[in-house]
């Protein structure tokens, strides 16, 4: 096993959770076997509070199936998850399933992963992934191409720090929701973030978006009117309409 107890626990996704990297075979049993490990870690009282990574090797991740375990709930025991890969060649391929759902993090990290739907005229998921923490980044990832139901990207609680990343020629078709959904966070920073309709960029058409998407971003506060935000930021950003 890659992951060891003396230092940062590290799940490699293939050679740990036996994904496949050539995307024929379903990589859905690969991330339900990630679950059980990553839980398992931070669950157990004689490791210190973890540090976890799954490390997505190059390749691509065909997710054919839906995940056994909507939500990967860490007990809210201090552990901080990162999600890694090789930018461009670490690609996860969402094929009309949601991902996971990330609970009760301390510290939530996505970084240099490349995320990718099928282009199939239906959705290809609810959402790549959800996730509440204290604090959390989205840093040199892309998105390419995929048609959420909920949201691309949905953000819970934290200080969440979006960076140096691209959504490209996706959509998300809730009007109340967006590409990026923020709800009760402490606070949103997006910097240095394109967002992007190839397609629609002919110079003469600007109302036609891609998935027929309803927002770029959305940010709200509790429905119960007892929680703020408290930051919002957008800096060196492109939004292309």
């Known amino acids: 096993m890659s992951y060891q107890a003396h230092r940062r626990p590290y799940v490699d996704f293939v050679n740990d959770c036996g994904g496949d990297p050539t995307g024929v075979a379903d990589s859905t049993p690969a991330m339900n076997k990630a679950h059980d490990i990553l839980v398992a870690l931070a669950a157990n009282p ?53 991902g996971p759902i990330f609970g009760n993090l301390f510290h939530f990290v996505c970084r240099d992963l490349t995320f990718v739907g099928v282009a199939n005229g239906a959705p290809d998921t609810g959402q790549v992934f959800e996730c509440a923490a204290q604090v959390g980044v989205i840093e040199r990832c892309r998105f390419f191409d995929i048609q959420a139901s909920y949201a691309v990207v949905a ?13 490209v020629d996706c959509g998300c078709t809730s009007a109340t929701r967006g590409v ?62």
């Open 46 to 98: 004689a490791l210190p509070k973890q540090s976890l990574e799954l490390f997505f090797p190059p390749g691509i991740y065909a997710l054919q199936t839906g995940l056994a375990n909507a939500v990967w709930n860490f007990l809210n025991v201090g552990t901080s998850l990162t999600l890694s890969g090789v930018r461009d060649t670490s690609i996860v391929q969402y094929m009309g399933f949601d």
């Open 180 to 241: 990026v959904y923020a709800n009760v966070c402490r606070g949103v920073i997006i910097e240095n973030t394109k967002f992007i309709d190839v397609g629609h960029m002919n110079g003469i058409t600007f109302s036609t978006k891609t998935f027929n998407n309803k927002n770029w971003v959305r940010i709200t506060d509790s429905s119960t009117g007892t929680e703020r935000m408290m930051l919002v930021k957008i800096v060196g950003s492109l939004f292309d309409e």
């Open 155 to 167: 953000l819970d609680n934290a200080q969440w720090h979006i960076v140096d990343t691209e959504f």
